[in-house]
């Protein structure tokens, strides 16, 4: 008689065993209610753990009939075909969806940009779908924040700084510019904050001028308006600035830093005198030594007061808190005595 052959009959077992493994995962969906979210993020992650792609895209898509609203099931599928399928016309559409379903995530319009990028779609699509997102109503001041640093970011990579001028240069320096303007009128305007208080976005159009194009004058500039919106009390802002200068200006601007530095530092004032010591300490004449010490001394003296000052006001504050209770203690036992 015609048998099987043993190759056949244990494929066939195997492939048994495999939906013996997926029934607990179909039976928690069946005893599930609408939308089922938890079910299918289980169901997920084995499937992931398992790994096979067209059984991967499967479980997704069934998860996102009912929970097509989910930003982050977006994200995590948009995420699997980044990095695990990377087909193109997979890739976009699945991003496309995410952004069409959850217009509000703007996780989901900095993936698409770079997903775009990634699989080099045309620049001028890349640009529109920018500005769709600019539209797209974000529900706080620091999104627009990302999206805006998201795009920067991707027209940085298009200049080839080893050019003096470019097409591509230019845009960059006017994105960044229009960046500036968009958080201080749309943004603020409406979220009455920036979003950005220490100025990233201009941060870093101040490190790629000084580092990319050799342009310390508009490093100093564009730093010069970051301290003015409020930063010069912070110590770590005035360290970006030096590191700057001393990796891309001259000792002469370093040691003006550092003296503003000084003067302005509330946080860790001891920190930043430190830095300016160690640095006339390595390459200061006498007498910049002597003015380094000088301010210093002056300085963190200062502060001793006001910290001095600070601290038995706290102190009255605690005792006249303790009077109030020890009053308020008298009167109920005066009260229980009547």
Not at 19 to 24: A, F, I
Not at 288 to 301: F, G, M, N, P, S
Request: negative net charge.
């Amino acid at each position: 008689g015609s048998h099987m052959p043993e190759s056949v009959i244990q494929n066939y077992n195997k492939a048994l065993q495999q939906l013996e493994k997926y029934k607990p995962y179909e039976e928690a969906l069946l005893q599930a209610e609408a939308p089922r979210l938890a079910e299918y993020q289980a169901y997920i992650d084995f499937e992931m753990k398992i790994g096979d792609p067209a059984r991967i895209q499967l479980i997704f898509e069934r998860a996102l009939v009912e929970n097509c609203l989910v930003p982050d099931l977006w994200i995590r599928y948009s995420q699997y075909l980044d990095r695990q399928l990377k087909v193109k016309d997979l890739v976009l559409s699945v991003h496309n969806r995410a952004i069409r379903n959850c217009p509000w995530t703007v996780a989901l319009w900095s993936r698409y940009l770079l997903a775009m990028e990634r699989h080099g779609v045309d620049h001028q699509v890349i640009s529109v779908t920018f500005e769709k997102a600019l539209n797209a109503g974000f529900i706080q001041a620091t999104d627009y924040v990302e999206i805006w640093q998201a795009y920067l970011d991707y027209l940085r990579r298009r200049v080839d700084f080893k050019q003096d001028s470019s097409k591509e240069l230019e845009e960059l320096r006017a994105a960044f510019t229009r960046a500036l303007e968009y958080l201080k009128q749309e943004v603020e305007e409406r979220f009455n904050e920036s979003g950005d208080p220490s100025c990233v976005i201009m941060q870093n159009w101040a490190r790629i001028e000084a580092r990319l194009c050799n342009n310390m004058q508009k490093a100093r500039e564009l730093w010069d308006s970051i301290m003015t919106r409020g930063n010069a009390k912070y110590a770590n802002m005035w360290l970006e600035y030096y590191n700057l200068e001393r990796a891309h200006g001259d000792t002469q601007h370093c040691r003006k830093a550092l003296h503003r530095a000084v003067q302005c530092t509330s946080d860790y004032p001891e920190h930043v005198c430190e830095v300016l010591l160690t640095m006339e300490r390595t390459e200061g004449s006498l007498e910049d030594w002597d003015i380094a010490v000088q301010k210093t001394e002056t300085r963190l003296a200062r502060v001793n007061e006001q910290r001095m000052k600070a601290a038995e006001k706290e102190a009255a504050l605690v005792q006249q808190e303790e009077e109030k209770a020890e009053q308020r203690k008298r009167a109920r036992a005066e009260k229980k005595a009547l």
